[in-house]
């Protein structure tokens, strides 16, 4: 049974604050619940209707986690989603420390992205392209913010990140920082390029000044109509598919 104090941990994990004092978040809808239920993240609860749980028994089973059955209408009022007929999991956050660069792909870095929707699509980005490590500026969205696992749709489970000082790990990396631009070189006009960092900016603001200074090239990718920019993550898709053809094996 769903208890009146359940409904409100549930409820205090839409807070960042609260996050991070639990050391826990949430994940919903069939297909994200599915990807975390196969994922190595541990699993705190599983709210789910018979349907759900009936279909995925064996799968929920090995996880060991404790399930409370629920009405569709009982978990539309816990997570985000107007509709949702299928399950909500809690989950323990991971310990995310800093790694090395990954020789041989690129890892992309996130300048003050402050979207939670536009970090998730770009967390999908960066998996379908298999770029596995992500870096991000302190003042980028939380990775753990319903609105970023919503729209990684599952990557989140297959990457690993960290927040820091952008600048100095990029010089702790020594490796070509590719920064987005519109006056940068057009990137249909690159040829082969080494391993490095695709560094994305702010979607008002682009790459801070303090960040450009440890650019190494700036790329842009070329408009052939009259609007102004591109939306930070359909640009890193541009640019992930453009630099994966071209990265010398």
């Excluded at 949702?84 to 020789?103: E, G």
Aim: proline letters at 2%; hydrophobic letters at 40%; glycine letters at 6%.
């Amino acid at each position: 049974m769903l208890s009146k104090n359940t409904v409100k941990f549930i409820k205090s994990l839409h807070q960042k604050k609260f996050r991070n004092q639990e050391q826990k978040f949430f994940v919903e809808g069939e297909k994200s619940v599915v990807e975390v239920l196969n994922s190595d993240f541990r699993l705190d609860l599983l709210v789910a209707t018979d349907s759900f749980f009936e279909k995925y028994k064996s799968l929920i089973g090995k996880s060991g986690v404790q399930v409370i059955l629920a009405t569709q209408n009982q978990l539309e009022t816990l997570g985000q989603y107007q509709s949702n007929d299928s399950a909500l999991a809690v989950v323990h956050m991971k310990t995310n420390s800093a790694f090395d660069f990954p020789k041989g792909n690129f890892v992309i870095g996130l300048d003050d992205v402050r979207d939670p929707g536009n970090l998730g699509t770009i967390i999908r980005i960066a998996d379908w392209y298999g770029i596995k490590n992500l870096v991000f500026s302190d003042q980028t969205a939380d990775f753990y913010n319903p609105k970023v696992i919503q729209s990684s749709m599952g990557s989140f489970t297959r990457v690993n990140f960290f927040y820091a000082d952008l600048k100095a790990v990029f010089k702790q990396w020594n490796v070509p920082v590719y920064g987005a631009f519109l006056n940068g070189k057009n990137v249909h006009q690159m040829n082969q390029i080494q391993e490095g960092v695709i560094l994305m900016g702010n979607e008002s603001n682009g790459i801070s000044t303090e960040l450009e200074a440890v650019v190494t090239d700036k790329v842009t990718i070329p408009g052939f109509g009259e609007a102004e920019s591109l939306n930070v993550a359909i640009a890193t898709a541009i640019l992930c598919d453009n630099f994966k053809r071209l990265l010398v094996r």
